[in-house]
């Protein structure tokens, strides 16, 4: 029988840990396939969303999961023991598309080279922040503009390369780590986009490999390749694991923060989001907004606003909520509270 757009919305719901939430972060992160984290308070909302009994302290001390630039050549939070092989697979990649931009920063690739150098003496047995790389680097006569996008972008290109990783936080500072020191386990698969295939559709449960491409940022011809190696079952307009039960509960109301990454896994995101809404979710430059969450489908965004006494999350939602709705948003609030540590009251 071929599942409605309900069951599909149930299912995606189901494999995102929205429905069943998990206990820990590893187990969050690993189920999701990766975690969005270009902002650190987003990734953190992300796996509240997909837990339950964590705090954000819990989040930051994991040494389970770590940083680094892999699918979209963009930041994300991913298993460390599969470090190792996400890196090979995107690292030479994003080394590639990042060349036009490096050399509109002046990061010839000889300076990249010296760089590297350089970074290997500055770091082992450390956890050295931005401004701490960047001191190390001009007391060797490599010297970079701390305001621009050099910096950054020098980092991508040493992390794409193999060499380091975003280590734990300091406060709210990030840390950059050597790769070979923070990484003591790995794993290996024998085919490893036919492993990230798995993984993506086993986190979104019913996808296209249009979707799939979007998602990681790789060749259509490739996803086309790894989708045919798993032999899913057609899905409505996509494709799931065999072993995936295409029927699922409904999703409980859902607070997702900003860029979550059960928007963010589909080319085609219209069974999720409404596209006449779809601007008030999506403004422009990549922004993808902190969004509300009823029976699987986006049904409006958030904000807070903060008082010495009291975090007011602000629902706007797209059209009027049942109560029920709103008394499953109030439970949220309350989660996200005692997630932060701090008071929280919903305001609609």
């Excluded at 599909?8 to 429905?19: K, N, P």
């Excluded at 986190?203 to 989708?227: H, N």
Aim: hydrophobic share 40%; charged share 25%.
């Amino acid at each position: 029988m071929t599942p409605s757009d309900n069951d599909i919305r149930a299912v995606r719901a189901r494999a995102q840990l929205l429905t069943a939430p998990a206990a820990d972060v590893p187990a969050v992160v690993g189920s999701v396939a990766a975690v969005q984290a270009q902002s650190t308070p987003a990734a953190r909302l992300a796996i509240r969303a997909r837990s339950r009994g964590l705090t954000a302290p819990d989040v930051d001390a994991s040494r389970a999961v770590t940083r680094t630039w892999l699918m979209r050549k963009t930041l994300h939070l991913v298993p460390t023991a599969d470090l190792r092989w996400l890196n090979r697979l995107f690292g030479p990649r994003n080394v590639q598309a990042g060349q036009g931009r490096r050399r509109q920063l002046d990061l010839t690739d000889e300076l990249c080279e010296r760089a590297l150098g350089k970074l290997q003496d500055l770091l082992p047995g450390k956890a050295l922040t931005r401004q701490e790389i960047l001191d190390g680097l001009a007391a060797e006569g490599i010297a970079l503009d701390a305001k621009s996008q050099a910096p950054p972008h020098l980092l991508a290109y040493a992390a794409n390369r193999g060499l380091l990783c975003r280590g734990q936080d300091v406060d709210t500072e990030p840390t950059y780590v050597l790769l070979d020191e923070w990484v003591t386990e790995s794993r290996t698969p024998d085919e490893p986009h036919t492993e990230l295939a798995h993984r993506y559709l086993t986190a979104y449960g019913v996808a296209t490999v249009e979707d799939f491409s979007a998602w990681s940022g790789l060749p259509i011809g490739l996803c086309r390749k790894a989708f045919t190696a798993l032999d899913p079952v057609p899905a409505g307009n996509g494709f799931a694991l065999s072993e995936t039960e295409l029927s699922a509960p409904p999703c409980p109301p859902r607070l997702l923060g900003a860029f979550d990454t059960y928007l963010l896994g589909f080319r085609d995101r219209d069974l999720l989001l409404d596209p006449a809404e779809a601007k008030r979710v999506n403004s422009g430059g990549g922004m993808i907004s902190p969004t509300v969450l009823i029976d699987g489908r986006i049904a409006g965004t958030w904000h807070t606003k903060r008082t010495a006494k009291l975090t007011k999350v602000v629902v706007e939602p797209f059209a009027t909520l049942p109560r029920s709705a709103i008394a499953g948003l109030e439970s949220e609030v309350d989660d996200y509270g005692r997630f932060l540590g701090e008071p929280a009251a919903l305001v609609s």
